[in-house]
């Protein structure tokens, strides 16, 4: 797994394990932006709150992201209007520039040294027949209170015909924001953990939760901020499209005036400086493709440095790594109570806006377990009903998860012990007829797992550039020897020896193609 650039400055995980039984008023299952900034606001309405990160803060994509902080929504506002209504559109804008704010107070509340900056963000088209779209998106933001305009081209590209500028966005840097809100509620009496999973959740009254280290936590509510829903639930997931966006650093000669760029292409693209002091290191990410189902990663790390190299004098490539985002088949995030439960609360599908829709998630999140009003609250409740522009969306999601969990179990594996496989390399193979993920470390060591997702079965594909196991179903992600990194799945690829007798042959197992899109309990998350 390739590291972010934001790991540069913040690396070591400074916070405990969980290693005793814990009662509080909130668990908060993820030390992402939604976990964190719900536990300080929790905490600040008198919640007792306790965080349980799994890996390190920010280990799941709060610290893989490109951190645009915009109300500039990867849906057009027409698509939004025409599924929730004008009032819709205009609420979910005014919810995202509410968390621009709230993270610009934190920040200078806190004195955070996170380089929080007010810039522009430019959506630009290099397409003429795309302009009038603009022109109508730039309408209906100005009609939702948004500083925006339209202008021809971009300073820095002659490609542009078009862009609208957004006034008043903002960028930062992700891990150090998690780290100060992560001091802040340490500081104010809440607890944060890192290296402590989540095993198992129910619901009730109280909520129990177990961890990876033994302890219990009880507590009156739970908040699963874990980008996707861990445990055995698949409602939710069936309403959510799992993307891998690639990004790179590159150093230019040319940089454009601070901001945040996005383009209108299919897949977007998108660029920011990595900070206001390197203005010559960019961000670049997009070439977005479908969770799991891209067998030659490269390409789209190729494809993005064409990109790069078309649009700015790049003198070199000096990182590149990749992240999960969530796509909601309606287009809004699945914010509020978890459907069919009482007291277990989600915040989801944030698309690529994921730092600011985090923290509509946490606000609101934050004002439903106290039981306030919300005024956002109908527009992403997860129990809303679909707009029917939707159900084509939904079906062909779930009809490609029942496709990718048969047919991947009948793909073909080449029949070895994994001889040939260099060190740093993985690959499915067929070992006594038993399909097997294998992966070789740098010592030379060989590791073999069972590849069948933990949290529905799914094989997993291997990806050779960011050395990831990859989940086509629902977005789950491990590392090269098996450990969960992100999305629903809550346990580790189960290793194999192998000596091991061998398993019945993939081929002959029972084709419960409905399996993945049975309807679990969902009053409860344990290990699948
Ligand atoms: Fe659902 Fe893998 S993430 S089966």
Redesign the pocket.
Known sequence: MQESVWRDEVAAAGHPRLERNLDVDVAIVGGGITGLTAALLLQRAGKSVAVLEARRLGDGTTGGTSAHLTVALDQPLSTLASRFGEDGARRAVESCRGAIDTIGELCAGLGLDCDFQRVPAFRWTETPAKVPHLDEEARRYGEAGVLVHRQDGLPYSSLAVAALRFEHQAVFHPLKYLEGLAAAVTAEGGHVFERTRVTRWDDGRPCRLSVSTGATVTANDVVLATH?PIGLL?SL?TRLE?LTSYILVARVDDPPPLGLYFDTAAPYHYIRAVSPARPDLLVIGGADTKH?HETDTAACYTRLAEFARSRFSVRAIERRWSAVLFEPVDGLPFIGRLPGTQHVWVSTGYSGTGLTYGTVGAQLLADLIQGHENGWADLYSPSRVKPVAAARRFVVENAS?AYR?VADRLAPAPSDRGEDLPPGDGKLARVKGKKLALYRDPTGKLHAMSP???????I?QWNRDDRTWD??????RFDPQGKVIA???MADLRPVSLEEEAAPDEREARPAAAE?LRPEPERRGEV?
């Open positions: 996707s698949v997931h799992p799991g998860v969990w069948k997702c933990t949290h529905a079965g799914c997993v989940c086509p179903c629902h977005g789950g999305g629903p799945p993945p699948g």
